[in-house]
């Protein structure tokens, strides 16, 4: 059992930079694949990236690629998004998610845990 809290959202105006946290509690953190997914209103949850448990692959999806950077830190149970080139399509609530599989996946369903979520909303 893994359970996620995040934190670091609020509100910035486009171009500007944001980092989220997610920390996790349990002594198994590092072996889960870990992700970020988000959700704007009226949409679906759209996956943003992944990492795997080591930190040794990631996924980003097409939209922040190049933008956006997911790492962790095994020792401290937190995985960080940092998001930088903001922009106002960007606003959404931010989840960080746990996957049992370990490894990357772009999927949602795939994700076993998930956290409360952060709003980050971004000004034009």
């Known amino acids: 059992q893994v359970q996620l809290v995040e934190s670091g959202g609020g509100l910035v105006q486009a171009g500007g930079s944001l980092r989220v946290s997610c920390a996790a509690s349990?002594?198994?953190?590092?072996?889960?694949?870990m992700g970020w997914v988000r959700q704007a209103p009226g949409k679906e949850r759209e996956f943003v990236a992944s990492i795997s448990w080591r930190g040794g692959r990631t996924l980003y999806a097409d939209s922040v690629k190049g933008r956006f950077t997911i790492s962790r830190d095994n020792a401290k149970n937190t995985v960080y998004l940092q998001m930088d080139s903001l922009k106002p399509e960007d606003t959404a609530v931010y989840y960080c998610a746990a996957a049992r599989s370990m490894v990357v996946t772009t999927t949602p369903s795939h994700y076993d845990y998930w956290g409360q979520g952060t709003q980050v909303t971004v000004s034009s």
């Open positions: 349990g002594r198994t953190f590092s072996s889960y694949a």
